[in-house]
């Protein structure tokens, strides 16, 4: 089974109700001029009102120049009645910052459920399995399903295994988490001019240059090639800016401890991002 632009996932919430002044994904289902009722995607298409009131700051003359019957939208829970079961939520309390962060979340963790979904169908198991005997553990041990199968993919099956997965789920989650889990990767780059009047010239900067390609790791791969003498681009790449920032500086300053060593003339320029 193929994760594209077609599939459609729901993304599930442990808790029954949602809380108030949770941020929450929504379904609008039906519109009228009091108001809209939506499905709460994260809660089992849980129905909620939205009040004509809380659709937008400003005066608007139809709902639906405001929203459509079928779109996806982020609310926020305003009252939450457990007892009748009833919950109201805001759009126009959402700032755009929270929605655009809220949909990210979103769409990694339909992208993990899927995973999940797969994983689930190649030992004979269901969703509600899935989530119960791996998704969960995941969450808990990472913060999200999507953070664990991110590490899986970083840091192989044993990743999974340290989230206290069962066996029978590490090879299956940790074979399509690397098929279909996208690592996002950071680019750290810069210019080195090395220059040597030694007769061995050549060699000495080799060494340093050498010096630098030894700093990658697991973690982090290190390109150096030349752009035209004097003159070597340096690119550091990972999955964390922090990590390759260390990377960077710790592999310029041992460059420079070789450098020095070697009489090689050296000068380093960060590229702007």
């Not at 077609?6 to 929504?26: C, G, H, I, M, Q």
């Not at 079961?85 to 962060?101: H, N, W």
């Not at 797969?118 to 989530?131: C, F, M, N, V």
Request: hydrophobic share 35%; proline share 3%; no cysteine.
């Amino acid at each position: 089974m193929e994760i594209g632009k077609r599939w459609y996932a729901t993304v599930r919430s442990r808790k029954d109700f949602p809380d108030a002044n949770e941020l929450v994904v929504a379904t609008v289902k039906e519109i009228f001029d009091y108001g809209a009722y939506v499905e709460l995607d994260e809660y089992k298409n849980m129905r909620a009102y939205l009040p004509w009131s809380e659709v937008a700051s400003k005066w608007v003359k139809d709902v639906k120049d405001i929203i459509r019957q079928g779109e996806k939208i982020v609310v926020k829970v305003i009252r939450v009645n457990r007892q009748k079961g009833q919950v109201d939520v805001s759009l126009k309390r959402v700032y755009d910052a929270e929605k655009k962060k809220k949909m990210q979340w979103f769409k990694r963790n339909q992208r993990a459920e899927k995973v999940l979904q797969i994983a689930a169908q190649r030992i004979g198991k269901s969703l509600d399995e899935a989530y119960r005997e791996a998704g969960w553990p995941l969450e808990d041990h990472y913060g999200d399903i999507y953070s664990g199968l991110e590490a899986a993919v970083l840091e192989g099956p044993d990743a999974l295994r340290s989230a206290g997965i069962k066996e029978e789920w590490v090879v299956p989650l940790y074979e399509e988490s690397v098929k279909h889990i996208q690592i996002k990767q950071v680019k750290l780059s810069g210019t080195v001019n090395l220059k040597s009047l030694e007769p061995d010239g050549v060699e000495r900067i080799r060494k340093v240059l050498l010096t630098i390609k030894s700093s990658a790791s697991d973690q982090v791969k290190v390109n150096v090639y030349s752009i035209g003498a004097p003159k070597y681009k340096v690119e550091i790449i990972t999955s964390d800016y922090k990590v390759g920032e260390r990377a960077l500086e710790k592999a310029i300053q041992e460059a420079g401890k070789e450098a020095q060593r070697k009489k090689v003339e050296m000068t380093f320029v960060r590229d702007r991002t």
